[in-house]
């Protein structure tokens, strides 16, 4: 009787290309995605060794992270920012890679777009120079964040070399209630372990839960990985997996296709697979989540006060939670349920595809957003920009008086143009509420595309359940 | 890459706990295309006020934190982002080795491709230290990665984990890359008995 497996290691098994002595095992990259931000310097190093692109047939490229999300007949303003988009596209024209430039109408985040096109497949090992990279683990691929360095490793040799990480089960059993959603699922995970809980470890998310998300909400747990250490994060594929690839661009075809499902069937996790630690969620007790501090476990039910930092179990975290609420002008003991905000951020490689923008429609249909709040709504891809227009939401967004931009990082990250003034509050669907990170100075609260449409209509911190009764 | 040698260094104090790396290097300096000239943005919004001047009380505005060779830090040291930037940013300011109870996964990777030394030491330890150094902020430490020891300013020597084969390529100065490519041929033979699962240049892509 062979030993039972995991997902995670029936992934990494069938990708070890040879351990050699003293050295960490060489593990086959399937798919590696580059964009412009963390790319030109490997490039470069190619270049200073004479070195082509091993395998640009298993590279794809776009361009996102300093990619403006305004009308695409304008030029790129920041001379910087223009300046990092044309080496991108020169360097993947030189080196054979296939990507979409900055007028491609198929142009996206990368973390989008990878299964947007069928390039992100069940079984695969898929690398990018972006720790977001686990999104593409809600197809049951082993997916992770590199360095510049390991980014040049992998244009030059297909290869990393890399030691196995912890097997980690997270299990999501119950119903989620109405106006709780996939993004509550994941800062309470967050919360509950804390943002250095998963380090050393890949998770399979499991059980009932998470079985009922449809792929777009599965890439919403698993993007956010890392936000509690993990490396990576993966669901074990299903139908709800097959249906999402079928007919996609670059997913198998005809035999291939039947051939391909087989294998993907092959990978879940055996019978009495053990793994290195467990957790378990109760989705049924979930409320909609918001963070109050400045990393992603700072965390709390929308409707709960502001944890007082001196209740902390340490005396450096008791510091931690006093700087955070100083840099966030908050007071323990207050909910944040009625603070002000200024701007309201939908968007970003965890909450910018259909199934979010829907969400955001579903409260912003007929009403106005609050006339204090500046409200972005920035869809993941070009394509999904033309498909919400199909279905009539931008519309929606306009007539309430929101932005609807051109796809891109955005406000998550702040280095495109979109960013906060100094002192701003947002209510945001990205993925980290760092100090700074949204724009120096400014204040980021994570919520649910829900909960951010919530809190545009009213101008406050709302609980979106008030809205959709 | 140079060889790492050990060495003895004040120590720039900044015990905070996740640090991220968008602190080390906000986004913003994220454009270039260049590995260089990133030392002088690390830490950028802790270090310079509004107006872009230093802050006075910031460590590595004062002695001996600005000739500082070795950082002690907080907790879950280099979290959040990938970005190879921040080891980058850390080396060109002179930080050779960063000191904590523990590092982010991808941080970490990265700080050993660029010969910067993460030492993880258990909380006890890095309790002392923190004591030592706030009653004598010149006191110094001792890296020497050979014996895998930090020797505190009272002399006390402390064993610190490295990966072995990173700690070779550090003692050496092995390159990574050099060491991949030696693999050709094993590389070669994987892909032969293993198809790929995508073509991505088998789509004709428009614009």
Known sequence: MPQPRTIIQKIWDSHVVCQPEGAPALLYIDLHLVHEVTSPQAFEGLRQRGLRVRRPDRTFGTCDHSTPTTPRELPIVDPVARAQVEQFEKNCREFGISYFGFLNPRQGIVHVIGPEQGLTQPGMTIVCGDSHTATHGAFGALAFGIGTSQVEHVLATQCLLQAPSKSFAVRVDGSLRPGVSAKDIILALIAKIGVGGGTGCVFEYAGSAIRSLSMEERMTVCNMSIEAGARAGLIAPDDTTFEYLDGRPFAPKGEDWERAVARWRSLVTDEGAAYDKEVSIDASSLEPMITYGTNPGMGIPVTAPVPDPSEAPDAVERETRRKALAYMGLEAGNPLAGHPVNVVFIGSCTNSRMTDLRAAASVLKGRKVNPRVRVLVVPGSQSIKRQAEAEGLDRIFCEAGAEWREAGCSMCIAMNGDQLAPGEYAVSTSNRNFEGRQGKGGRTFLASPLTAAASAVTGVVTDPRTLIG | ?207
């Open chain 2, 1 to 207: 890459m140079e060889k790492f040698t050990a060495f003895e260094s004040w120590v720039a104090v900044l015990p905070v706990d996740n640090i991220d790396t968008d602190q080390i290097i906000p986004a913003r300096f994220l454009k270039t295309t260049s590995k260089e000239g990133l030392g002088d943005q690390l830490f950028f919004d802790w270090r310079y006020d509004a107006e872009g001047r230093p802050r006075p009380d910031f460590v590595l505005n004062r002695p001996p934190g600005n000739r500082a060779q070795v950082l002690l830090a907080g907790d879950n040291f280099g979290c959040g982002s990938s970005r190879e930037h921040a080891p980058w940013a850390l080396t060109q300011f002179g930080f050779k080795a960063v000191i904590s109870t523990s590092f982010a996964d991808i941080f970490k990777g990265n700080a050993l491709k660029n010969a910067l030394l993460p030492i993880a030491v258990p909380a006890e330890i890095h309790a002392q230290l923190l004591k030592m150094l706030e009653a004598d902020p010149l006191g110094t430490v001792r890296v020497d990665l050979a014996s895998q020891t930090l020797a505190l300013p009272d002399g006390t020597a402390v064993e610190f984990p490295v990966d072995p084969f990173a700690k070779t390529c550090l003692l050496e100065g092995v390159d990574e890359l050099g060491f991949l490519l030696k693999h050709e041929a094993e590389i070669a033979a994987f892909e032969k008995s293993h198809p790929a699962p995508v073509d991505t240049l088998s789509v004709k892509l428009d614009g």
